[in-house]
């Protein structure tokens, strides 16, 4: 409950208040916080106005961000995990908002987690690629141009397998799109590490990413992606040289994207050294270094 949340600030005393979540919590906590002077900040990393449509509630995205300006407007400062989403902020009145990009961790995600033995599980016969999906399997992921491409591909292709490593409330209906795709359900730790790191191309159509966490991972474990020209997808994979960058909910460009990194093997291994290498400079160190470096603009104790 809200009132108990608010008696555990009460108790803990902070120096700045970070919440993350535009809700009721959020609305309360800057209430407490203007009573009592200390700064607050926030994270925008939910595209909520987008997903509305996904759900037929697109009539309601004048309201939800009217309501997102009126809260983040009064908070000291809006951080987002990327350059596009700090533009769109600022595009609809956030003025105080600012990039605070996300990080990848390295140990985690690598391409020493490659599996000769999975491959050869996954890859029968002719086959010789992985394609390779890992999120939430929920609508506004864009799941509907993920099958489309699927069937693309399966229709004009024999040379690779689809593997999607997620689960969600879309899954039920989602999985009879993609007849013949593997479905591994949700993965974690070291069983996700092998499954990035032993695949050739990340396919993630979703244009509601704020920063694309799974691109960053994908990357960092020595995959090429193939991602919406959308959000924040757009600003980690450069076009050309670290990956493909496609028009938003068209399959067809998807598809054509994937075919020329599955018939252009030299290519696909020019962009996956470059990729690694952008990878790597996105750290969880640099990440809270400057989160570090935004509080003390207020003058707060570390």
């Given at each position: 409950?809200?009132?108990?949340?608010?008696?555990?600030?009460?108790?803990?005393?902070?120096?700045?208040?970070?919440?993350h979540s535009p809700d009721t919590i959020a609305w309360a906590a800057l209430k407490y916080a203007k009573k009592r002077h200390i700064p607050i900040i926030a994270t925008h990393h939910t595209e909520f106005g987008k997903y509305l449509a996904y759900y037929?509630?697109?009539?309601?995205?004048?309201?939800?961000?009217?309501?997102?300006?009126?809260?983040?407007?009064?908070?000291?400062?809006?951080?987002?995990?990327?350059p596009v989403i700090t533009k769109e902020l600022i595009d609809h009145g956030i003025d105080n908002a600012q990039t605070?990009?996300?990080?990848?961790?390295?140990?985690?995600?690598?391409?020493?987690?490659?599996?000769?033995?999975?491959?050869?599980k996954f890859l029968p016969?002719?086959?010789r690629n992985i394609i390779l999906y890992v999120s939430r399997l929920t609508w506004e992921k864009d799941l509907k141009t993920l099958a489309e491409t699927y069937q693309l591909l399966k229709k004009h292709r024999r040379d690779f397998v689809m593997i999607v490593a997620g689960d969600g409330p879309a899954r039920i209906k989602f999985e009879p799109m993609m007849p013949e795709a593997t479905f591994l359900g949700y993965?974690?730790?070291?069983?996700?590490?092998?499954?990035?790191?032993?695949?050739?191309?990340?396919?993630?159509?979703?244009?509601?990413?704020?920063f694309g966490n799974v691109?960053?991972?994908?990357?960092?474990?020595?995959?090429?992606?193939?991602v919406a020209d959308a959000g924040g997808s757009k600003s980690l994979v450069e076009q050309g040289k670290t990956g493909f960058l496609a028009q938003p909910k068209n399959a067809d460009d998807f598809y054509k994207k994937v075919c020329l990194l599955l018939d252009n093997p030299e290519l696909r291994e020019q962009m996956r050294n470059t990729g690694?290498?952008?990878?790597?400079?996105?750290?969880?160190?640099?990440?809270?270094?400057?989160?570090?470096?935004?509080?003390?603009?207020?003058?707060?104790k570390k």
């Open positions: 409950p809200t009132g108990f949340r608010i008696f555990a600030i009460k108790k803990f005393k902070p120096d700045i208040i970070h919440v037929h509630l697109g009539f309601l995205k004048k309201p939800v961000w009217f309501i997102l300006k009126k809260l983040y407007n009064k908070m000291n400062l809006v951080t987002t995990p990327s605070l990009e996300w990080g990848v961790d390295s140990n985690l995600f690598n391409p020493c987690f490659r599996s000769d033995t999975l491959r050869k016969g002719e086959k993965i974690k730790g070291k069983e996700l590490s092998e499954m990035y790191a032993s695949s050739d191309i990340f396919l993630f159509p979703s244009s509601t990413e704020t691109t960053a991972e994908a990357m960092s474990s020595g995959l090429v992606p193939v690694l290498s952008f990878a790597k400079n996105l750290t969880w160190d640099k990440t809270f270094e400057k989160l570090l470096q935004i509080y003390n603009q207020f003058n707060v």
